[in-house]
Nanobody
Framework: QVRVVESGGGLVQPGGSLRLSCAASGSIFSIIAMAWYRQAPGKQRELVASITRRGSTNYADSVKGRFTISRDNAKDTVYLQMNSLKPEDTAVYYC????????WGKGTLVTVSS
């Protein structure tokens, strides 16, 4: 069984920063890629950023230049540094770990509001 746990969400003012962390543990074969998704109220879940084991990254257009994804392969951990946050970034952020199968965390809430 694979366990995926996110942390680091919270309330932040517009223009502020947050850093999300996600740790994977359990019966992981070999992680191919890790990613962050988000789901705002009334909207579909969307990809925010992803990173492969070799470090190739991909970002949604809406977060390019503001968010940075990184990972520690030795710790099976992925991070999302979020800067210049906007109210429209408010969502539940989910971590996805793919080792040939998709594994999801329960999510962490990010609220951007003054």
């Amino acid at each position: 069984q694979v366990r995926v746990v996110e942390s680091g969400g919270g309330l932040v003012q517009p223009g502020g920063s947050l850093r999300l962390s996600c740790a994977a543990s359990g019966s992981i074969f070999s992680i191919i890629a890790m990613a962050w998704y988000r789901q705002a109220p009334g909207k579909q879940r969307e990809l925010v950023a992803s990173i492969t084991r070799r470090g190739s990254t991909n970002y949604a257009d809406s977060v390019k230049g503001r968010f940075t994804i990184s990972r520690d392969n030795a710790k099976d951990t992925v991070y999302l540094q979020m800067n210049s946050l906007k109210p429209e970034d408010t969502a539940v952020y989910y971590c996805n770990v793919n080792d040939g199968m998709d594994h999801w965390g329960k999510g962490t809430l990010v609220t951007v509001s003054s």
